[in-house]
């Protein structure tokens, strides 16, 4: 789990699980629905499983079995191409009953796990012993899962099984909610897009003809629903572990370890850890060079950092026997859990609230060890738009619901303002503030703040507008 953002990124690039159709830059996303009551009785639906379908029992390991049901169905090459094939194509190129039964025993052990009562991870002594070196292939494996289900669901709607295609998004939302209990930032964003494949399979099960309406189904959602605060305890806990141990000097065996793990080449640690870690560009991995051997061989430079490490908390015996990289190192590592922290306070809050303070974050510091202390921290603001986006997504498929609701009242209308709808209707996440809507005849735009921390989708298509188009 090194620190580069490599890691992160292809999570933000494709927040929705799949690419959406080409499009202009600003085009909403077309919901074609039929107005539709409420189901009787109200709670007859729900997105996450409810307690009477719980069970006692620790859901990880239970995911993990679905692999052991049918290993080829999860890594065979054309299985998985077919499967993308499946995720992507137009609902009409699926033949009713062609996925039933789709995913056989692997996917019914998810659906078990799923509804389980805890999600125990079962990896703080790792973490603890690891740190950022730590690795976490489960993850991306649970991931694989949530494909597998989004296509299980879309077949569940062609053949007109929304009972079925509901209990399915109580698996996968349930499958993102406990990522959220995994003490990592990573495994967060992972169930951040494992989430947006429940909203895409939901979008396209509300348009169905006939479909359920799922108002108050979404409105028995958490909010948050992939809860970050836990990881985010875990982020800062990181910064006490393996490399980051404040409490012994690093051994020319342990310097010798770190460098062969992390790929340098030899003697090269305390040197160029950063410029690998971090995977800066070209003229900044040059100047950090520099800067560090600078450093490192500065007497009086050192002395003052190691006054620096002892007043800021660092044990000052262990400090006085630290070599040369270390301090180095630690000094920068000092800077960037203050950095970290300034960024992690934001998880605490809405991101309409916190915006401003993550714009803040954004900018790039002048200094060459600024530079290096703030791109070692998690990139908070680029995960909180994520978080904000989904958040964001499903208040508006809320509200979507909500204005086919009354529209089952009132002869298939739209309402003209959203303060005349009968039920209630969330604000912006983005924006703290109510969404935009405007009607025009049969069909209403609604429309909330987009996120300028993070682009559109690599599509081009912005999810923070839809166009809600009334059938009869």
């Known amino acids: 789990m090194k620190r580069c953002l490599t890691l992160v990124l ?29 189901p009787v009785p109200a709670l007859k639906y729900q997105l996450l499983p409810e307690v009477a379908e719980m069970n006692p029992g620790n859901a990880v390991p239970a995911y993990l079995k679905c692999w052991a049901e049918q290993n080829n169905f999860f890594h065979n090459k054309e299985v998985v191409e077919e499967r993308e094939r499946l995720r992507s194509c137009p609902l009409t190129d699926i033949k009713p ?3 039933k039964g789709y995913g056989g025993n692997a996917l019914r052990q998810a659906d078990f796990a799923a509804r389980l009562e805890y999600a125990d991870w079962n990896i ?102 992939v809860d970050m605060r836990k990881a985010a305890s875990a982020e800062r806990s990181m910064w006490s572990y393996g490399m980051f141990d404040k409490t012994r000097a690093w051994t020319p065996d342990y310097m010798r370890a770190m460098t062969q793990q992390l790929g340098l080449v030899e003697g090269a640690f305390g040197v160029r850890f950063f410029a690998s870690i971090l995977e800066l560009p070209a003229e900044d991995r040059v100047a950090a060079e520099k800067w560090m051997q600078a450093r ?31 301090v180095v190192v630690h000094h920068v590592l000092r800077k960037a859990l203050l950095h970290n ?33 703030s791109r070692l921290g998690i990139a908070v ?15 508006m498929l809320r509200i979507a619901e909500a204005v086919r609701l009354d529209a089952s009242k009132n ?11 009968s039920v209630p209707v969330p604000v912006d996440p983005v924006s703290g503030k109510a969404f935009e809507y405007k009607v025009d005849g049969i069909t209403a735009v609604l429309s909330g703040k987009s996120t300028p921390i993070l682009t559109p989708t690599i599509s081009g298509r912005w999810y923070h507008k ?7």
């Open 97 to 99: 009953g062609s996925l």
């Open 466 to 472: 839809y166009e809600i188009r009334l059938r009869k």
């Open 124 to 225: 703080l002594p790792q973490f603890r012993e690891q740190g950022y070196m730590l690795l976490i292939p489960e993850v991306q494996q649970i991931r694989a899962l949530a494909t597998a289900l989004h296509v299980r669901g879309r077949g569940q709607i062609v053949d007109r099984d929304f009972d079925g295609a509901v209990g399915t998004l109580k698996t996968i939302f349930a499958i993102s909610r406990h990522l959220g209990e995994h003490p990592t930032i990573i495994s967060g964003l992972v169930g951040l897009a494992i989430a947006q494949i429940g909203c895409n399979l939901l979008e396209e099960l509300v348009q169905q003809p006939g479909a359920p309406n799922l108002y108050w189904a979404l409105a028995g959602l958490p909010t948050p629903l």
């Open 411 to 421: 002869g298939g209308k739209l309402v003209t303002r959203l303060n005349d709808l």
């Open 341 to 373: 922290d300034e960024g992690l306070k934001w998880v605490m809050v809405p991101y309409w609230q916190a915006e401003a303070g993550l714009a803040e974050l954004q900018k790039v510091p002048p200094e060459i060890e600024d530079k290096l202390a």
């Open 296 to 326: 490192a061989t500065d007497a009086e430079w050192l002395t003052a950092a190691r006054k620096g490490l002892t007043e800021a908390g660092y044990p000052a015996d262990a400090v006085a026997t630290y070599p040369p990289q270390q």
């Open 381 to 395: 603001p680029k995960v909180m738009a994520a978080h904000a986006r989904l958040e964001q997504r499903l208040a």
């Open 10 to 38: 292809p999570l933000l690039a494709t927040p929705f699980g799949i690419a959406a159709p080409g499009g202009p830059k600003d085009q909403p996303v077309l919901l074609d629905v039929q107005p539709a009551a409420a």
